[in-house]
């Protein structure tokens, strides 16, 4: 393992020696995969997608801004790795979402996610979800209420002072 080089700044997992880029697929050129051996997926926010950094310790970071059209070949990478996280989760799943707007495509795929997350309970591991929310958000703490209300998902609801910081 490399030193002083980490997948994310409040998880301090170093990277791996054997890292490889990807460019996404989506044209999107923004999008950049770390994939690391399976153990690691980062999809790099655009102007209206969120950041996803996913990792198999068990810590999940979503956030920025999600402004879906369409479904994106971004989501089903996201998806397909989480399958594969399934089949062997951590002992605790620790999943941030941060969100400075979600339209109703980008709050599917979260419910989708979190749903599919849920799963690492039948396992006898425990899941833990903090939605941060900006102070004055109202709309963006409903959502998320809306959620873990609807879907029986145990959510911490976090207020923070500038979403983009978390």
């Known amino acids: ?14 990277y791996p020696d054997n890292i490889r880029n990807i460019v996404s697929g989506s044209g999107n050129i923004n999008v950049i995969i ?7 997926i980062h999809i790099l926010h655009s102007v209206n997608t969120p950041e ?11 956030r920025g801004k999600g402004l879906y059209k369409t479904r994106t070949e971004d989501v089903d990478k996201v998806q397909n790795w989480i399958d594969e996280y399934l089949k062997n989760p951590a002992e605790v799943t620790y ?8 339209n109703s495509l980008c709050t599917t795929f979260i419910v989708s996610i979190l749903r599919r997350l849920t799963e690492v309970k039948l396992q006898s591991k425990k899941l833990v979800i903090h939605w941060y929310y900006e102070e004055d958000d109202e709309d963006m703490y409903e959502r998320g209420e809306y959620i873990s209300m609807s879907f029986d998902i ?8 500038h979403i983009a910081d978390i």
């Open 1 to 14: 393992m490399s030193g002083g080089f980490y997948i994310n700044d409040i998880f301090q997992v170093p």
């Open 154 to 161: 145990p959510i911490t609801f976090i207020p923070a002072n």
């Open 34 to 40: 770390l994939e690391m051996l399976s153990r690691e």
């Open 95 to 102: 999943v941030v979402i941060a969100f400075e707007y979600m």
């Open 52 to 62: 996803f950094r996913l990792c198999s310790e068990g810590m999940f970071k979503i």
